[in-house]
């Protein structure tokens, strides 16, 4: 089987998955997108003093002030999680989780911390792709209207969305002389390129789901650690970022990479 045939039955095999689970995947996409926020709006509830005493510490901030912090990232995070799963003001939810994003990157100084920072602008990257989810269910209200094609701001948002969620991948590389970790470099890098690029887009980033799920269960299994041991607190952080940002992916699969793509030029050559 040549290359060609090769790629040709892989995509086969993709819309095939997507016809399937054409009604699924949408709502799979939103609950895994928003499980980060949704675990660490329940953590804390669970760790209110741990939270407010080491905002307390690390800012000098007073009580009040880091009791507010841990208050609005508690109810900014549920309530937006409600909002999204429910589909109601999908907007503002997704406004407010990016607050909410803005706001720990500052407060646990993620923003000196690359490997943490680009996760985080993954996550937004996935916030962006819901937003422009929201304006598609907008627009299907008005179906019978005549309408001068896709919204510049809707393609814009797919392919910042795109490029932001790629910086995941980038976390994942591991730069030493292992035959598998060059494989694993290279496959992975051409996979974030067709993404970004939006070429073959359902296809790769089908198959970065399906990596980055393997990835995650056997690296981040932090339901194998004790729950006293701080690795058990990490591994779990680090499950459901991966989570959401597999969450961000399905997204791309279910709506496709948007007018600001290699797929979508292509149908005009």
């Known amino acids: 089987m040549g290359q060609e045939e090769l790629m040709n039955t892989a995509e086969d095999v993709a819309d095939q998955f997507l016809r399937v689970t054409k009604q699924y995947l949408p709502h799979l996409a939103r609950l895994c997108l928003i499980s980060t926020f949704l675990e660490d709006g329940i953590r804390m509830w669970f760790q209110w003093h741990e939270q407010r005493d080491y905002i ?3 800012w000098s901030c ?3 002030l880091a009791t507010c912090f841990v208050l ?3 109810i900014g995070q549920l309530g937006g999680c409600v909002l999204i799963l429910s589909r109601n003001f999908v907007q503002y939810a997704c406004f407010g989780l990016f607050g909410i994003i803005a706001l720990q990157t500052v407060a646990y100084s993620i923003l000196w911390d690359l490997k943490f920072l680009m996760r985080n602008l993954a996550l937004g990257g996935g916030l962006l792709l819901l937003l422009a989810e929201s304006r598609s269910e907008g627009k299907s209200m008005f179906a019978g209207v005549p309408s001068m094609g896709e919204s510049s701001p809707k393609q814009y948002m797919q ?3 795109r490029v932001l969620l790629v ?8 730069f030493d002389s292992s035959f598998f ?3 694993q470099n290279m496959v992975g890098t051409a996979l974030i390129i067709l993404v970004a690029i939006g070429f073959k887009t359902k296809l790769a980033a089908l198959t970065l789901v399906v990596w980055l799920l393997a990835i995650n269960v056997y690296f981040n299994a932090f339901w194998t650690i ?3 041991k701080p690795m058990h607190d990490f591994l ?3 499950f459901f970022q991966t989570t959401s940002v597999i969450g961000g992916l399905l997204l791309v699969v279910a709506l496709g990479p948007g007018g600001v793509s290699m797929d979508e030029k292509k149908k005009e050559w």
């Open 167 to 174: 910086l995941m991948f980038m976390t994942l590389l591991h």
């Open 236 to 238: 779990k952080y680090d």
């Open 226 to 228: 004790p729950a006293y």
């Open 56 to 58: 307390e510490s690390t």
């Open 181 to 183: 970790s060059i494989l």
């Open 159 to 161: 392919l910042g969305g």
């Open 72 to 74: 609005l990232n508690l």
């Open 62 to 64: 007073g009580y009040f």
